[in-house]
């Protein structure tokens, strides 16, 4: 009987292992650096051509490899770190699964060159797909040096998934930025295409901070401390008015980054009452101490999620933590904290641990989840199901056809009003179905003239018929929405009467679409945007990546209505804004702008960066004004509101409104 297994391949069994570990080019760029730190490297270089996608370089000053090592470190699970299973509780390098270099050698061409100190002469190694092609004798410098060429030039289709140049370029940044954190004692360089991005000198880990982050918050950080038998946390957190979307948020662990939502709200908490419902989080960079027996990195290979033994006690000691530098600097109430004492977060024990008894009411049986389950059931003893389902569809000429039965029949999702007739109903959009109430329904049929013609359906005990109105080909053309009452509501909403529903209007959303239609139309027309010069020039600080986007985009900044002058040293004067804009700090709008260009290039306008700019702004220019209008002001709004080409969503993709039908507010009595 011949077998259907079949054993692969080492060459291809490591092409598909290099999946979990080369996802981009960023990630050979992560893997090097930490090879390099693990080596006890002080200087480490990085340069990348083309986003990493053509050659990526990692030069590092550490203690380099033997001539045998220099191959050996290319095989896979091959690795200095560990040499036994207990090792990984007890881990104090970056690297110990063995399996980086094997990968990127697996999808790439790799040349290697090092040399250890006691060496006279180091040694060059050449790898292509896996394959050992070189290996000589080589002058080299004290350390080790990588060249990553042509990565996936073997795999097409991974190479051929690959984001834009910028994109790939800031998540290489994002990983260099996040290893330069942890360590503030090693220089770090990065090089763009020959451009120097990040001079990162050694020096404290607040000058790190700032030299990555900008200067611009450095009145804002605040210091951290705390220390318990658990562990030990050092590191800033900024003030509740720095919170904003794209603020940088880190977390490190035994020198290692990593993310953990359920400490995230931890600090969420911690600042509760000190801002408002809804917003982001300040910048915070913590930094924790812990047993390595306590934590397990072992989860994936971009070694990002960690578990912890103790994560319910990790959250208290944050969230104490958080508030105790709160209160020392002022913005919180004073805590009464014992002066040089830790805080003593007692260990859970298996020991004396009881299930919690619940006592049953309503009959015994309650469980909300149960389908069947029924409020008046469990507390009366009848059948009556109590559920409340509000709808937050678009309106009804947002909707999509259903289903395409017989004959080319249409039906169609939204409902109209019961009391709709067929020469109503003509009226109205192709997108709507045609109601009768509880007798039935309608639709639509395209006739051979790309015409529409009404059908009625109507329901009966036996089938379902379908009837012709008496004008069989009936035009149908969009109707002009209008709102038939409107109030403003507090917190930035208005509701609104339109078109048989009642919606709920997002003020500072509708704004933003409003601001972007306004935009496009005079850059249609006058190719910019008017500008309102200010009184006093005003300097926004940026961080390094920030200010190559500024200095990429000056001309769509220009357009949009921004006058400015790039500095040297990280800095933009500005000298006007736009015209529409009522924001009170030039240099936080400029600087949002920026955020929120970043933060699309993979959204709706990926491919047009002055989209891009456009929807940035409005986001921006629509969070800066007043939320509370007056009756006047409220239908003003809704009305040009309705009047834009799209008026559910926002143009960066947010819902505008949240719609309810009558036969939503039915069932809501």
């Known amino acids: 009987m011949s077998s259907i297994i079949n054993r692969l391949s080492e060459y291809v ?111 060059k190694v050449s790898i292509a797909g896996g394959r050992l092609t070189e290996q000589v004798p080589e002058a080299t410098a004290k350390g080790t040096q990588f060249i990553v060429r042509n990565l996936f030039y073997n795999v097409p289709a991974r190479r ?102 359920y400490l995230n709200k931890a600090i969420q908490q911690a600042y509760d009452k000190l801002l408002p419902s809804g917003s982001q989080l300040p910048p915070f960079f913590l930094y924790f101490t812990v047993d390595p027996a306590s934590i397990d990195v072992n989860i994936s290979p971009s070694k990002t999620q960690v578990k912890f033994d103790n994560l319910q006690a990790m959250f208290q000691i944050v969230l104490c933590a958080v508030r105790e530098s709160l209160a020392k600097n002022g913005i ?107 007798k039935g329904a309608g639709g639509f049929k395209e006739t051979a003239n790309g015409s529409a013609e009404i059908w009625r359906r109507f329901e009966m005990a036996d089938a379902t018929s379908y009837q012709r109105p008496q004008e069989q080909y009936i035009e149908i053309e969009e109707p002009e929405l209008k709102a038939s009452g409107c109030f403003p509501l507090a917190g930035g909403y208005v509701v609104a009467a339109v078109g048989g529903k009642v919606l709920m209007i997002n003020v500072r959303r509708a704004r933003q679409r409003l601001l972007f239609d306004r935009m496009s139309q005079i850059m249609t027309s006058q190719g910019k945007v008017p500008r309102q010069n200010l009184l006093f020039e005003t300097v926004a600080e940026l961080t390094p990546a920030d200010m190559r986007l500024a200095s990429e985009c000056e001309k769509q900044l220009r357009e949009l209505g921004f006058d400015f002058a790039l500095g040297d040293d990280s800095t933009v004067t500005l000298t006007a804004i736009p015209a529409d804009d009522t924001s009170s700090d030039a240099a936080a709008l400029f600087e949002e702008v920026l955020q929120g260009v970043k933060t699309a290039e993979e959204g709706i306008y990926a491919d047009n960066k002055r989209e891009r700019f456009m929807a940035s702004l409005a986001r921006a220019a629509a969070r800066s004004g007043s939320t509370s209008l007056t009756d006047t002001e409220a239908r003003v709004l809704v009305d040009e509101l309705l009047r834009c080409r799209d008026f559910t969503y926002t143009p960066d993709g947010t819902l505008i409104y949240a719609a309810l039908s009558r036969t939503d507010i039915d069932r809501m009595f």
């Open 13 to 123: 069994a490591n092409q598909i292992a290099a999946g979990e570990v080369v996802v981009g080019p960023y990630s050979v760029v992560k893997e090097l650096m930490e090879n390099a730190i693990d080596a006890g490297a002080e200087l480490v270089i990085v340069s990348v051509k083309g986003a990493g996608s053509n050659v990526i370089q990692v030069v590092d000053d550490g203690k380099g490899m033997s001539e045998d090592d220099a191959v050996k470190c290319f095989e896979r699970h091959a690795t200095s770190k560990i040499s036994d299973i207990n090792d990984i509780y007890s881990l104090a390098t970056f690297g110990f699964r063995g399996e980086a270099l094997a990968s990127i050698a697996a999808v790439a061409e790799v040349e290697l060159m090092t040399r250890r100190e006691e060496d006279e002469v180091g040694t």
């Open 160 to 261: 051929n998934f690959l984001k834009s140049p910028r994109s790939e370029l800031r998540n290489i940044t994002q990983e260099f930025e996040r290893i330069a954190l942890c360590y503030p004692r090693i220089s770090f360089f990065l090089y763009s295409d020959d451009e120097r991005l990040y001079n990162l000198p050694a020096g404290n880990l607040r000058k790190r901070v700032l030299d990555i982050t900008g200067r611009n918050i450095n009145n804002a950080l605040l210091e951290l401390y705390i220390e318990s038998p658990l562990v030990e946390i050092r590191g800033y957190i900024g003030k509740p008015e720095t919170a904003k979307k794209n603020a940088p948020r880190f977390m490190f662990v035994n020198g290692r980054y990593f993310y953990e939502p």
């Open 332 to 438: 919180a109430p004073m805590i009464d904290f014992d002066a040089g004492a830790g805080i003593e977060i007692p260990m859970p024990t298996a020991e004396g641990v009881e299930m919690p008894a619940i006592e049953l009411t309503a009959g015994g049986y309650f469980n909300p989840f149960d389908e069947n389950f029924s409020f008046a059931k469990a507390v009366e003893g009848h059948d009556d199901s109590f559920r409340t389902n509000i709808s937050n569809l678009p309106p009804a000429h947002a909707s999509t056809p259903k289903a395409e039965g017989d004959d080319g029949f249409v039906e169609f999702e939204a409902e109209v009003p019961g009391d709709s007739t067929v020469s109503e109903a003509a009226g109205m959009s192709t997108h709507q179905r045609v109601s009768d109430g509880s």
